[in-house]
């Protein structure tokens, strides 16, 4: 069975940072590209960050603040999130895929809350 599990979400000040990782099992993690992608309340999904073999690319509102990075031996994807703002405030989720477009995208995590406040 393919899982994908997202975690480190939370409560953050603006300005501040947070962690998030998403463990994968039940298919060949290394073997795919990886997203993340967040949904705000009210709004439709949108691409956050991809990598693509060694390769990572980043929406322009996230460029410079964010860092995606993955770790296959222990099929974990992480989204390093700096510098937060409450435009970040999102439901976080991780998924197999890699187009902007969020075209053929497998498989989806259950998401993690994001919420930045003061």
């Known amino acids: 069975e393919v899982q994908l599990v997202e975690s480190g979400g939370g409560l953050v000040q603006p300005g501040g940072s947070l962690r998030l990782s998403c463990a994968a099992s039940g298919f060949t993690f290394g073997s795919y590209d990886m997203s993340w992608v967040r949904q705000a309340p009210g709004k439709g999904p949108e691409w956050v960050s991809a990598i693509r073999g060694g390769t990572t690319y980043y929406a322009d509102y996230v460029k410079g603040r964010f860092t995606i990075s993955r770790d296959n031996a222990k099929n974990t994807l992480y989204l390093q999130m700096n510098s937060l703002t409450p435009e970040d405030t999102a439901v976080y989720y991780c998924?197999?895929?890699?187009?902007?477009?969020?075209?053929?995208?497998?498989?989806w995590g259950q998401g993690t809350q994001v919420t930045v406040s003061s």
């Open positions: 998924a197999t895929g890699a187009s902007p477009s969020l075209w053929g995208y497998d498989y």
